[in-house]
Every structure is written in C-alpha cells, then in structure tokens.
C-alpha cells in the first residue's frame, strides 16, 4: 500500500450528478446569470436582494442533495489510504462532508456559512439571508454569504500551498480549469514531483498540465480510480 500524500481539487462537475448546476456548462448557473452581478463584491453593493436571492436558492437546492457515488469514494480513499488525503474544494456545497470526508478545505466559502462584511464575524447561515438582516455580533445590516467572489483573496491558501508543494499525487476532479488561483494548482503540485491526473467529463482547459487523464462522469471514474489506488 503507498503512502502517498494525496491532495485532491474539487469543482462543480463532481456535484453535478448530485442535481447542483455547475457554471459553464450548457443551462450553467452562468448561463442564468452574469459572474459580474452575482459573483462580485460590485454586484452585492448593486442589488443585494438579486445576490441574496441566489445564494438562498443553492443553499436551499444544496441543503437537499445527496452526496454522490464520486463523493462516497473520495470519503472512502481518505479512511483507507494509510497516507495523507486533503480535499481541497472550490465548491461551497457540503456533500463531501455528507458523505463523511472530514480532511476538507473550501477555498471559495460555504453556502452554510454567514459573514458580516463591517465586523468579520462569521455564524451558520440561516436558510435565507436577506439585506436587512443585522449581524449578530455588531448589529450591522451588512450581512452576507462566505463566499468567495471574484476579486477576493481565497481562503486558506497559505495552507494550500504548502500541501501542493508536498504532494506525491494531485487530482482534480471535475473542474473546467477556468478559475485562479485553482486552475495553476497542478503546475505548482507538478513543480514539487507530484505525479497529476484530471478525472473529468471532458478535457478542461488545463488538460496538457496533467501528466494522466481520465474522462467519463465523476460517479463512474473516480469510484474506479479510488479501487486502483487503494490495490497499489
Ligand atoms: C483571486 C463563488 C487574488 C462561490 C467563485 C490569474 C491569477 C489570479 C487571479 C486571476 C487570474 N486571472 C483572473 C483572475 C481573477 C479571477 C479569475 O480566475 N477569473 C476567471 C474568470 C478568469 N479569480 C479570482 O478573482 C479569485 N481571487 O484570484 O484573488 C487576489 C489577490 C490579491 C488581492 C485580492 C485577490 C477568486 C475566484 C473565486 C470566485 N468565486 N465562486 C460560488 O458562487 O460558488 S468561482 C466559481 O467558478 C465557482 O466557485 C467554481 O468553483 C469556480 C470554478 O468552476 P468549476 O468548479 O470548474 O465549474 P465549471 O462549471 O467551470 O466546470 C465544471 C467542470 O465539471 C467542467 O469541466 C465539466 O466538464 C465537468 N463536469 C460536468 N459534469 C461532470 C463533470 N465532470 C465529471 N462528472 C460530471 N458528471
């Protein structure tokens, strides 16, 4: 059995087959939306009732959904491999967390989580935010979701970093490669020697940085690349 440090990226495609909408596929959340009004601290300070509205909707859809097969066998690796598994995510669902992964960062916030944007205090989520809402440490309406928009520094990225350079074996999983800093993750984990594979349904834009590929659903490859790494 190698003892391998593994770290995993994850995006939207890995969540698809549980019912989320990824962003840039066809009928994408993208396609029903511009980045610009609800994915920027701009677009907040705009209308905050139109970004609210659409947090409140995936928390609520993500609030319902199961975990999938691929989320199952990622929780699986980490309790088997007797190395290192680090999730590092991009999505702000909790599904892999509903099927038992507890080594998880999420890089890009959590629909679960509130922030108040004059105090910093963070506290669960209720099922809906609204602009009104004050925060409870400071009393300020100016709540909103811990997400991560665009134009905002990611979370735990010192931490990231210093697993990336680690690492013997980087994957990621259902992601276009479309986004920063996650898209230059696997350079910097090929720069430290880890051998990369993508596990996706279709070539990303990154395709070339990866030394091994894999395409198909998340909930076919990635149970069958977890039975051959835990057969090494
Ligand atoms: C930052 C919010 C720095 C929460 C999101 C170069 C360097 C650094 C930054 C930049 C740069 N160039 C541009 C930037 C700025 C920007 C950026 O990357 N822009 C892009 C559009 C070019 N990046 C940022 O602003 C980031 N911040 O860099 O800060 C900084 C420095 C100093 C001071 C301040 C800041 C912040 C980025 C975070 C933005 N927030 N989400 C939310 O609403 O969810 S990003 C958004 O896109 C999602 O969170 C998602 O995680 C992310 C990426 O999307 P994917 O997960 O890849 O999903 P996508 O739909 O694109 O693809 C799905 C894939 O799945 C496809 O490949 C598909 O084939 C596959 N698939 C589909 N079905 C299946 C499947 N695979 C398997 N099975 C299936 N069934």
Redesign the pocket.
Known sequence: MSKDKIVILT????S??SGLG????EG?LWAQHR?ED??TPEGFHRDPDLVHGF?NA?RAHAAKASPNA?HTALAQLEAEHPGNVLIVT???DALHEKAGSKNVLHM??TLAGALCGRCDHRWPAPPEMHKDDLCPACGSAATRPD????????YHMDDIWTHLAQADTFVA????????????FVQEAAMGGAHTIE????P?TRVSDFAETCF????R?VPDWVTQELSR
């Open positions: 995006g939207a495609g890995i698809a087959e990824t962003f840039r596929d994408g980045i609800v994915a947090y995936r691929a991009q999505n702000v890009h916030g997400v991560v928009w665009f134009g905002e520094m990611p999983i259902g992601t276009s490669g479309e986004v920063y800093p996650a898209a230059a596990l996706n349904l279709e990303s198909g659903p998340a909930t490859i």
